[in-house]
T-cell receptor
Framework: DTGVSQDPRHKITKRGQNVTFRCDPI?????LYWYRQTLGQGPEFLTY????????KSRLLSDRFSAERPKGSFSTLEIQRTEQGDSAMYLC????????????FGPGTRLLVL | AQSVTQPDIHITVSEGASLELRCNYS??????LFWYVQSPGQGLQLLLK??????LVQGIKGFEAEFKRSQSSFNLRKPSVHWSDAAEYFC?????????????FGRGTSLIVHP
């Protein structure tokens, strides 16, 4: 069990560019979650997957955001036409997928949009 | 909508002193409650959770929390703080999303430990 990993750990981009983040969950976990955390705040839920199916999306996930988990293993989160307000830490978590399960978080990808 | 309030942005304690971090929640039914810790460069780690049963919950690293329905509170405690406990602490209430319980987090309390 190597834990949840995220890549890259840091990303600096210019406004208007597209960025993509990757999350590799714990191998036997079938649920995968994305959160966004801005400075001085707690994480906010973005979306989650049960295997390859995207089950829920929060209102925070605008049309510029898209997430995929094509084979039910790793997931990608893409932000198109980045804005300065997208600067945040993007966290990924995974869980076994039973009621009340513990989510295990990765270290996050910190995005800075200039 | 559910919400969590952590009234203290920063807490400073001396090493060896006791600790209590406050958390108040807003939720209509019996809540699912969590405490997480986030250290610099580390992912969020679950300290403990309450779903039902005994209202005093034991967690990892010597932490405990008590669910008090009458006060809508779920305060985190530790009898003796170690320097390594310095971190950001988040209280969260579980929100139902399509069959999973997604934590809605408070803004966090930063714990500073003096030697």
């Amino acid at each position: 069990d190597t834990g949840v990993s995220q890549d890259p750990r840091h990303k600096i981009t210019k406004r208007g560019q597209n960025v993509t983040f990757r999350c590799d969950p714990i191998s036997e976990h079938n649920r995968l979650y994305w959160y966004r955390q801005t400075l001085g705040q707690g994480p906010e839920f973005l979306t989650y997957f049960q295997n390859e199916a995207q089950l829920e999306k929060s209102r925070l996930l605008s049309d510029r955001f898209s997430a995929e988990r094509p084979k039910g293993s790793f997931s990608t989160l893409e932000i198109q036409r980045t804005e300065q307000g997208d600067s945040a830490m993007y966290l990924c978590a995974s869980s076994l997928g039973v009621a009340g399960e513990t989510q295990y978080f990765g270290p996050g990808t910190r995005l800075l949009v200039l | 909508a559910q919400s969590v309030t952590q009234p203290d942005i920063h807490i400073t304690v001396s090493e060896g002193a006791s600790l209590e971090l406050r958390c108040n929640y807003s939720y209509g039914a019996t809540p699912y409650l969590f405490w997480y810790v986030q250290s610099p460069g580390q992912g969020l780690q679950l300290l403990l959770k309450y779903f039902s049963g005994d209202t005093l919950v034991q967690g990892i690293k010597g932490f405990e929390a008590e669910f008090k329905r009458s006060q809508s509170s779920f305060n985190l405690r530790k009898p003796s703080v170690h320097w390594s406990d310095a971190a950001e602490y988040f209280c969260a209430v579980g929100d139902s999303w399509g069959g999973s319980y997604i934590p809605t987090f408070g803004r966090g309390t930063s714990l500073i430990v003096h030697p």
